[in-house]
């Protein structure tokens, strides 16, 4: 059990506050009302950009909720899309980066102003469109030269193409970038020192929160410093062990309201 009540709760998305077809269920919204009604604030911890997270966050219907995006880079309200932190790739990096992605013929994508950028429609995109309903602008060339600074860049492919990757990533641009799975075809590529963690501890100061008194929830590899920062942490049953490891308790799956199942338990 948490050694102080609760007074904020982190929600990762994908595989932990949605269901596997995209849903938040009913059982899930009543209990995270109960939490909002007790005075905890809940706030969503995600890869996601803001367009494509938001409208999970206008389903909880909490008003403007503050929702940690970028994996921590970007802390952003849902309603009102007030910026309370920004901490984007710099431009030189995301073009070095872009330069060696050009000379390897790998998949990347970026985000820069909200904005999904390819080089080229692949079925990687068609894929990443459909599950996320994100629509990406196609660039061309002009993919290669950063048109501002990313929150994040994405690689997708095999998770054995995708580990080779990011070993080469880190061999030639060392110590520039957080690079972490958030899916076994998904390799995230942050701003070095950008981690949901850290996130938490921000989004914790901004609203007078001390990191023991916020329980963080997640599923994948990139919520595993979100979990390890918090107070209490609950990982969910369709967690790989490595993540159930990092946390302090294990709820049901994101498919059996694990999410209702840990608030009622430890936070109502």
Known sequence: M???????????LDGTLLCSDKT???TTLAAIQAARN???????????MYSTAKRYGAMLNLGDMPMMLYAGGLIQTVETKKV??????AVEDA??????DKEKGWQMQTYIDDVLRVAAY????????HNTGAKAVVCGDDFY???GAPNKMLSRGSHEELLLRKAEIEKVLPDRFNIMFSEGTFLEVMPK????????????NLFGVTIDQVMAMGDSQNDIDMLRAAGFSVAMGNAADEIKDAAQAVTLSNDDDGVAAAIERFVL
């Open 2 to 12: 948490p050694r102080q009540d609760i007074k904020l709760i982190a929600l990762d």
């Open 24 to 26: 938040i269920s009913d």
């Open 38 to 48: 007790k005075g905890v604030i809940v706030a969503i911890a995600t890869g996601r």
């Open 84 to 89: 309370l932190y920004n901490h984007p790739i």
């Open 95 to 100: 073009a070095a980066l872009l330069a060696l």
């Open 122 to 129: 692949d079925s990687w995109i068609q894929g990443y469109e």
């Open 145 to 147: 030269t950063p048109q």
């Open 193 to 204: 020192g950008v981690n949901k963690g850290d996130g938490l501890r921000r989004l914790g």
